[in-house]
């Protein structure tokens, strides 16, 4: 089984980056092959708008560093989507990167029964931190899963970290930990 953790935080060891590498490390643990990604370390544009995924070619035609990383995705049976929230929404390292997976969608997927291009089956986990109590921003996860679905991606678990504001909240934070855990055992053992 193939993972790709994409990573929009710009800390590579904080509250998001943590409970994404611990579900990777339990789902590595159970025979799955990870492979991670922080976006913050990638030259990338967002969606130009040129279309040229749906007139010239069945991928994004821009060609910088998030090329590799629109390619691993497509081919991921579990896609870990981890992010913080800034000013209410994931963070523009995250939504660049959900931008060009427009490229996974098929010409006029609005009339078509199948919207993407992808392999059936395949899962989206989200990671949503954020220093706000759950009260707040839940309604983001619910906004994505229509998002995922469309470009190939079924959404199975969303673990939010709330209330965490240093880096090392989560790691701290064994009930969250734990669910990430669960959430790999269910998806992959
Ligand atoms: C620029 C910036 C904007 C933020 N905006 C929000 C926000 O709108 N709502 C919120 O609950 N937390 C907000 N936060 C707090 C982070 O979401 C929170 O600390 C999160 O746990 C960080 O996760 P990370 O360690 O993976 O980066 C913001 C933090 C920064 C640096």
Known sequence: MKIVSVLGSPRKTGNSAS?????????EGLGADVQTFFLNDLKYQGCQACMGCKLEKEVCVLNDDLTEVLNAAKEADILVAASPVYMGEMTSQFKGFLDRTFSYTVPDFHSQPKTHRLDDGKKVVLVQTQGQPDSM?????????????????????????????????????????????????????
């Open 19 to 27: 409970i994404a590498k611990r579900f990777c490390d339990t789902a």
């Open 137 to 189: 921003f839940g309604e983001i996860s619910q906004k994505f899963q229509f998002i995922f679905q469309l470009i190939g991606f079924e959404q199975s678990h969303v673990i939010r970290g709330c209330q965490m504001n240093m880096p090392d909240d989560a790691i701290k934070n064994e009930e969250t930990m734990k669910q990430a855990e669960d959430a790999a055992k269910q998806l992959v053992g």
